[in-house]
């Protein structure tokens, strides 16, 4: 009783302070490492919704191909936006670039961000050396957060210091039009830290999703699997890939078929996840490669960035 009584005058000396700690980070200022199509929509929705953004890659030449890319892509949206008011289109337009810089120096940008979100290539060796390295010179608040599809938060977050201040945000492409974002909550996320990415999120224009730190999340976890199946249903001789994609997009009513879904997403990508997926559940049979997506990768024919996959462009 008596270690109980000297413990609850403790915890409510210390109320204040867990008060204080339990307070959600409002995000205002944001670093985004990766100036691809990415990393530049994701910097692009948070300059247009108020944010002070940074965007990060290793050359000027990438970053003004980027910010080139952002401003066409303001413009599409001001047109739509603002249909019968350009000048308030255009007024849209430069706010929200007044709202971004660039920088190759990550660590010199990151003293003073709120969330740092990377989107980089998706190579876990690679995005653990720029989070460990960050991890050194961002403040003690700043919350890191990764945009992977395919790999691990937790593996992600064990790189620094921060795990509880760690989680995912996986957009989607292109990300100016597509709402949806899953909110990735490890078993070392803080509350107040999954809190601040959903309010972010939110801030950003999106629906947030939770899903827990499972391989693929909710949408690559249902869809990786679909399409290496409809690529075994064509493997086996059971149905022409043509009769498959018909069948998926009038049959379940999908704007695409799996096959036209897989040379768009690129089959590389599609077999990295597979292969990543199977390196971590070998036993599981929805993540067994596939011999003719394998063969299509080593013969180079990629999808539609490279002019034939399944099909030829």
């Not at 919704?49 to 990060?56: A, C, E, M, P």
Request: contains cysteine; charged residues 25%; glycine residues 6%.
């Amino acid at each position: 009783m008596a270690f109980a009584t000297r413990h609850f005058v403790r915890a409510t000396s210390s109320s204040a302070a867990a008060t204080a700690a339990a307070k959600k980070l409002i995000v205002k200022h944001v670093t985004v490492v990766g100036g691809g199509l990415m990393g530049a929509g994701i910097a692009q929705v948070a300059a247009a919704s108020g944010h002070t953004v940074v965007l990060v890659d290793q050359s000027d030449e990438i970053l003004k191909k980027s910010t080139k890319g952002i401003e066409e892509s303001l413009k599409r949206v001001a047109k739509k936006k603002f249909v019968d008011k350009p000048e308030a289109g255009a007024e849209f337009v430069e706010k929200t670039l007044k709202n971004l810089t660039t920088s190759t120096d990550a660590v010199a940008v990151v003293h003073s961000t709120d969330l740092v979100i990377e989107a980089i290539v998706e190579n876990l060796e690679v995005k653990n050396e720029l989070f460990k390295r960050l991890d050194k010179f961002a403040p003690e608040r700043t919350i890191f957060a990764s945009n992977t599809s395919s790999l691990q938060i937790t593996q992600l977050a064990n790189s620094t210091t921060r795990q509880d201040r760690f989680g995912g945000l996986h957009f989607f492409n292109p990300v100016p039009m597509m709402k949806l974002v899953e909110v990735i909550k490890t078993p070392m996320t803080s509350q107040k830290t999954f809190e601040s990415l959903v309010d972010f999120s939110k801030a950003v224009g999106k629906s947030p999703v939770s899903c827990k730190d499972t391989p693929g999340f909710i949408v690559n976890r249902l869809l990786v699997p679909y399409m290496i199946e409809a690529v075994r249903l064509f493997e086996r001789g059971d149905a022409s890939k043509e009769d498959i994609d018909v069948a998926m997009k009038l049959g379940a009513g999908y704007p695409m078929g799996p096959f036209e879904l897989l040379d768009y997403v690129g089959l590389d990508t599609s077999k990295y996840i597979i292969d990543g997926w199977h390196s971590l559940e070998p036993n599981n049979p929805l993540f067994a490669p596939s011999p003719l997506l394998n063969k299509l990768v080593e013969e180079k024919k990629l999808g539609k960035k490279t002019g034939e996959g399944f099909y030829k462009y």
